[in-house]
């Protein structure tokens, strides 16, 4: 159960209404609890179907919040830390999820010693199997740092790291959904290829995948212990095996994190470092 005050959920859209809808759900949080803000005047009618309040700015959402969530696109942070900057109570803790904005920027935007989060969560947090990596500001504690694991379990698992290592976590985790979905699609062409209806080729690649992370995160034993398990001697496994090394799927995986980190050090254009 999250225990929180008032919670001010600043640009509700795909994560944050996943947040909103953890809050809810599985945080015990009541919707008359959250008031949130979004840029766009057609999306009032959805903040307000989630049942929580629509704060007509930033600043008045913030207005006597006990935890503020930054949700909002990286090149507008610098807009709404401007609308918020000496209006969040001392005692608030903010937690920001826009990628690459560090938080000593926040803190110098906001002023005075005010409690800052920044957060790397990915989309899977619509389906409470999100992956967020925490890292602390210059004022967090512990204890705030605990908070703001309890938001992200709430849709997912978290973890905390050191901020330094904050842009490798968004080419990681951040953007591998998106490595994964592309995994999914191949495996469904192939499984087209040799004959197999699409559909039940892609439910065959997606559960497989899925059957795969869960046997990773609940058996605890490295992958590559998992892969030779599955691998048996002059078997089809190793064959197929073969083609991906040929073919250069790990070299090519590596270097995709590796590109999304280069270029999530280049996202903010401030980096208050």
Known sequence: MLAFGKIAVLGVGKIGEAL??????????????VVGTTGHEESHERLRSLGIGVARSNAEAVRDAALVVIAVKPSVVRGVLSDIAGR???????????????????????????????AMPNTPCLLGEGMTVVARGRHATDAHLRLAREVFDAVGRSTVLDEKLMDAVTGLSGSGPAYIY??????AEAGVKVGIPRDVSTLLSAQTVLGAARMVLELGEHPALLKDSVTTPAGCTVDGLLELEEGKLRVTLIKAVVRATERARDLAPERGE
């Open 20 to 33: 909103i809808r953890g809050f809810m759900e599985r945080g015990g949080v009541a919707a008359g609890s």
């Open 88 to 118: 969040v109570p001392k005692q608030a803790l903010v937690v920001s999820v826009a990628a690459s904005v560090t938080t000593a920027a926040i803190e110098d935007a906001l002023g005075g010693e005010i409690a800052v989060v920044r």
């Open 182 to 187: 592309l995994v999914i699609e191949s495996l």
